[in-house]
């Protein structure tokens, strides 16, 4: 921890050096008034959300899976952030300021904004370095497992957290064990593949689940599938990094008591940034991360590694969530899903576009993947990919390590427009047959 230095200290350093400690303050306080009225909940039109992107021109980006782009007003916040950060220091990091602004003030308030975001209690919520980095924390820290302790996941979770669960084979002594998402991905045949799973590893412990597919963009009935696995005493981590923001739901409605996700996806915030959720009474499972004991014991920041981190980054995440509820969530995830549906629907009358999410709304949004007929290995996703970039300028990526074979995934973002996903329609009518 940071000692603080005393009152008659800091009074003596404010009036030594006062232009300089007032201006490394005030650059790093919060948003504008006109920031501020122009972010009012409800306040932006999903129709008029393109124009407050500033988006790379001559490509239709259908690949905002990988991580947002920041509307404009985020992104000359966290620049303002950053030149101040830059020029303030140590001064703000050290949180030496007698106004009570700095680090420590700026990690409060993060969690603050996303705990609203997502409707927990501040203590709840830990900011990370990423999603990947949370769902490692709560994975490898995961306290309960005992060598033999069986440890679960599905193809079609995200490969990082694969490789974290199989850590718990070759470091903690878990049995690990996989299983393939079924196709067609129904609600009925995806609650009978987990419960499948379930009753075939009785001496299951933890059970990984991903909200939405980084694959091929499948929602799963989260917590119908945690309901099912404490049932049978499983723990269940769950991987909301294309949930949250996308989505219109709180966290209370997944019942899941150890969630991980990214803030730089569909929160819009910027890159370097997520979060951890860990319920109160659950603290005590995930162990402190590398003895980090920066923090009391029970403060969830002590189960995120220590170590310096992006700090104009952290400082802009409240505006990112203000920015998400000025579009609205619930507004959100129905335009995401209509971006979605236009292109989908375009391809309906040709055979050879393999959707690979069924048309239950419950089952999809943003993402959504397709394979072209005779599309079978990793060569061929990449030629699709290849040419719709090259001719098209469509920019779109395959995804593999699915049972039935790599896809490509499509994603549009908040700043797409109609016209990027009419491209995208226009140029599979014209190359469904790439493979005969």
Request: charged letters at 20%.
């Amino acid at each position: 921890m940071v000692s603080l230095p005393t009152r008659r200290h800091l009074l003596g350093s404010v009036a030594a050096a006062g232009p300089l400690v007032a201006s490394a303050s005030d650059a790093l306080a919060a948003p504008t008034r006109d920031e501020e009225m122009s972010l009012r909940p409800g306040s932006i039109r999903t129709s008029d959300l393109p124009r407050y992107f500033d988006v790379e021109s001559g490509v239709h980006n259908l690949e905002a899976g990988y991580w947002s782009i920041m509307p404009r007003i985020v992104a000359q916040t966290y620049a303002r952030h950053t030149a101040a950060v830059n020029s303030a220091s140590s001064i703000w990091a050290r949180n030496v300021l007698p106004d009570g602004s700095g680090l420590m003030a700026a990690n409060r308030a993060a969690q603050a904004a996303i705990a609203r975001q997502m409707g927990c209690a501040p203590r709840e919520i830990a900011v990370t370095r990423s999603g990947a980095d949370a769902l490692q924390m709560l994975i490898t820290n995961y306290k309960p497992l005992k060598p033999g302790d069986a440890v679960i996941h599905c193809d079609l979770d995200y490969d990082a957290m694969i490789a974290a669960m199989k850590w718990l084979g070759s470091h903690r002594g878990a049995n690990v064990v996989s299983f393939s998402m079924p196709e067609p991905a129904t609600t009925a045949n995806i609650l009978a593949a987990y419960d499948e799973v379930l009753r075939r590893t009785p001496a299951a412990k933890l059970l990984l689940v991903t909200q939405v597919s980084n694959r091929t963009g499948i929602i799963t009935p989260v917590k119908e599938i945690v309901a099912m696995a404490r049932a049978r005493g499983v723990d269940t981590i769950v991987d909301a990094a294309h949930g949250v923001a996308c989505l219109d739901f709180q966290l209370d409605d997944l019942g899941a008591d150890f969630v991980g996700w990214s803030v730089h996806k569909w929160t819009s915030a910027p890159l370097g940034t997520g979060a951890m959720y860990v319920r109160q009474s659950r603290l005590a499972d995930i162990n402190i991360a590398f003895e980090n004991h920066n923090y009391p014991e029970d403060d969830i920041n002590t189960r995120v590694p220590p170590g310096t981190v992006n700090f104009p980054a952290l400082l802009t995440i409240p505006i990112a969530v203000d920015f998400h509820f000025a579009v609205g969530a619930a507004a959100k995830e129905k335009h995401m899903r209509g971006l979605r549906d236009s292109w989908v629907n375009a391809l309906r009358d040709r055979p050879n576009v393999e959707i690979c999410v069924p048309d239950d709304p419950a089952r999809y949004c943003a993402i959504t993947s397709f394979r072209l007929k005779g599309m079978k290995t990793e060569e061929d996703a990449k030629r699709v990919q290849r040419v719709l970039f090259e001719r098209y300028r469509i920019h779109t990526v395959w995804r593999g390590g699915i049972a039935r074979g790599p896809v490509i995934r499509v994603t549009p973002g908040l700043y797409s427009t109609p016209a990027d996903v009419d491209a995208l329609a226009a140029a599979l009518r014209v190359e469904h047959a790439m493979f005969g």
